[in-house]
């Protein structure tokens, strides 16, 4: 069975940093997709920052420039550092695994979910 468990997730001030990060079990397809999504209180999950195996990374328009995915392949995790982090960051976190090369923040391309991190920002 996958298993994808977050871990990181805090309260911080805006401005604060925090890194998530997702260790990956059981998962068989090492050289496809991962990614991270999130979803606030009242909205939709949203696509957040996807790599591929050979590093090839795609974040969404927020986060660029202030959130890294990145991963440990041989240490099988998933990583997202977050900097300047923002009040509408706040959102709980998921590490997401895909059955696809494609590097995407589209949630219907990723098979398998970890429960989540929660993160907060203050102002």
């Known amino acids: 069975q996958v298993q994808l468990v977050e871990s990181g997730g805090g309260s911080v001030q805006s401005g604060g940093s925090l890194r998530l990060s997702c260790a990956v079990s059981?998962?068989?397809?090492?050289?496809?997709?991962m990614g991270w999504f999130r979803q606030a209180p009242g909205k939709e999950r949203e696509g957040v920052a996807a790599i591929d195996n050979y590093g090839t990374t795609t974040y969404v328009n927020s986060v660029k420039g202030r959130f890294t995915i990145s991963q440990d392949n041989a240490k099988k995790m998933l990583y997202l550092q977050m900097n300047s982090l923002k009040p509408e960051d706040t959102a709980m976190y998921y590490c997401?695994?895909?059955?696809?090369?494609?590097?995407?923040?589209?949630?219907?391309?990723?098979?398998?979910w970890g429960q989540g991190t929660q993160v907060t920002v203050s102002s």
């Open positions: 997401a695994a895909a059955l696809s090369f494609v590097v995407t923040t589209d949630a219907l391309a990723y098979a398998y």
């Open positions: 059981n998962y068989p397809y090492y050289r496809y997709s």
